[in-house]
């Protein structure tokens, strides 16, 4: 149970920190330009790779994800070119938004939010335009949808001057992403979902394409200039100060993420998704997302028992968990369940049944 003054998150980030992991962001500080800083950027390095199933290099950013899409934007779309952005939530209405406030051209595939993105729509765009680079969201944590990346970066990848750029910020480490074997250029995450770190942190995989592509921009701005973050990780570096106590806690959750596996870790999500579709269905609710593309991170649960998720969160928070109550236009019509990072099937299992507590006290 939770005590009085922490109540277990069971929200789609920030998410529930281990002890172990909020204590190693307590080691003396050192200088970001210490060799001591270098050996731990090296470790990174190799671990960061290992999870995000790369050759190439990852960059850690001192920011959030969505200082990651400003980067994406600015860097790899060139002037007088376009982007397709797929847009289907929250998170990838935000992403096309920051494209368009940094002066870029877009277009845009809208569906419906619960719904994915299939190549076909995809193929098709590209067939009527050409565009620098496809912006899609791995997982969109507002709807609950995992979209298809490795069928939708097949259909790009014919087209060599269009990059594929996927936000996996809610996806990294808890739903499959194969970087490399798919083909992904960018691949872009936050620390603080199912990596199950505290936020302020984020990384991105980066191919030489990437890189090529930013030689050609201009105007790539400062914090975010890729070039010159490429030119501070070969020498094992930042260009400006880092996140340090949080790379602490990144190299020892990566030891633990790695010794779990990386398969064995998506797995393990997949059993926290199945179990809690069962017992979603099972009490007469629905899933907001759609059959066949539901996310193995979170769920979004679809309210069709109409009851108030105030007081659901209310009395969850009484069992000693922090609940969801939905995002953005479909907050209170879906609330969602978070199954990510280092939750435990038992973990969830005491959440469904205080939910249980709570359908009961309805009647």
Not at 91 to 111: M, T
Not at 160 to 185: M, P
Not at 196 to 204: K, V
Not at 252 to 278: K, P, S
Request: proline letters at 3%; glycine letters at 8%.
């Amino acid at each position: 149970m939770g005590s009085d003054n922490h109540k277990r998150l069971v929200i789609p980030g920030p998410v529930e920190v281990r002890r172990e992991i909020l204590e190693a962001q307590t080691a003396w500080m050192i200088g970001h330009r210490s060799t001591a800083f270098a050996d731990l950027f090296a470790r990174l390095q190799g671990k960061l790779k290992q999870a995000f199933l790369t050759t190439n290099r990852v960059f850690v950013s001192g920011s959030s994800g969505t200082g990651l899409w400003e980067g994406a934007s600015r860097n790899c779309i060139r002037d007088g070119k376009k982007a397709l952005h797929l847009v289907g939530g929250a998170f990838s209405e935000r992403w096309a938004e920051i494209s368009q406030l940094n002066g870029k051209q877009i277009d845009v595939i809208d569906v419906e939010w619960g719904q994915a993105h299939t190549p076909e729509m995809v193929e098709a765009a590209l067939k009527k335009d050409r565009y620098d680079a496809v912006c899609v969201v791995h997982n969109e944590t507002s709807t609950g949808v995992t979209n298809p990346i490795r069928d939708i970066a097949a259909v790009v990848r014919p087209y060599e001057e269009t990059l594929i750029l996927v936000d996996t910020v809610s996806g990294f480490l808890g739903a499959e992403l194969r970087t490399d074997e798919w083909g992904i250029d960018m691949a872009l995450t936050s620390s603080q979902k199912a990596f199950a770190l505290p936020p302020g942190i984020a990384f991105a995989a980066i191919s030489d394409r990437v890189l090529e592509r930013a030689a050609q921009v201009p105007n790539r701005g400062y914090y975010f200039d890729f070039l010159e973050i490429e030119a501070s990780l070969k020498k094992h570096n930042t260009p400006s100060t880092p996140p340090i106590s949080l790379m602490f806690a990144a190299d020892v959750q990566l030891d633990a993420i790695l010794t779990e596996g990386i398969e064995n870790r998506w797995a393990r999500h997949m059993q926290m998704r199945d179990l809690t579709l069962a017992w979603t269905f099972s009490r007469d609710l629905g899933a907001f997302a759609q059959d066949g593309y539901r996310s193995p991170t979170v769920t979004a649960v679809a309210n069709t028992r109409g009851f108030d998720v105030d007081a659901m969160a209310k009395f969850m928070s009484g069992k000693g968990f922090s609940m969801d109550k939905g995002y953005g236009k479909i907050k209170g019509k879906t609330f969602r369940i978070a199954h990510m990072g280092d939750m435990t099937v038992n973990t969830l299992e005491e959440v469904l049944a205080g939910l249980d507590e709570f359908l009961s006290s309805l009647n």
